[in-house]
């Protein structure tokens, strides 16, 4: 069956394999959860069915963010930036935990610095709330 | 001169271009700023000088944020996620205008779903806060 692509969906810019980045933002506190990578039918799905639906790039398949965890996100609203290239998802994140590790958010690794820039390093600040071994059962 | 690359760098996951997306937020209130990509080179002058510093993939050059437009986004807190491939930038934005359009954010097109998915649309819904003619002169 033929379809039309959208007008909307001609606006955003995919990048050389179709792909473009897409943050999830929690929607009441602001914290950045995690980004992962939408094709058009991943971003056609999730503005049409209201939850938050990805392109895994590991997997190289559509992943329904929480199918295996049930930490599902539930889209509040979609945005798009100035140059179409990257979308922003404000989203209620079931369950609490967005990130594969357990935890909140994946950022949760903060830079401190040292006096020696040899010796900077990258450290864990946020704790995780649940196993994995109990999410992904 | 040789130089060893430090071993938080190390971690950094750049893509095949050697580059990272880099996510401005900021840091008072939450709001996510710009995306914006960083190679090795980037990334370690930002973590040194605690100046948001960017690679222009239009320019194919660095870009010191507020270069030109001296919206400079001073760096609060650096954050690497769980895939070590996506950088958050807490940043304090100042001139408080991140976009090259004048406004805020970049992200100021919210999707307007309608009830026929063919005229779903992007609608702006924040306002420019200054000319870009009089920022960019």
Redesign the interface.
Known sequence: MMT?T???LA?VKFDTQGLI?A?S?DAS????L??AWMNAEALTET??TGRAVFWSRSRNRIWRKGEESGHIQQLV???????GD?I?LKIDQIGGIA???G?AS??????E?SAD??????VTVDPVLKDPELIYK
């Open positions: 039309t959208p007008a909307w606006e980045p943050i933002q506190t602001g914290q950045i995690m980004v503005a049409n609203e979609l945005r798009l930036d100035c140059d990257v922003l990130c594969h590790t935890r994946c950022f949760y690794r903060r830079f610095q820039p040899q010796a900077s390093k990258w």
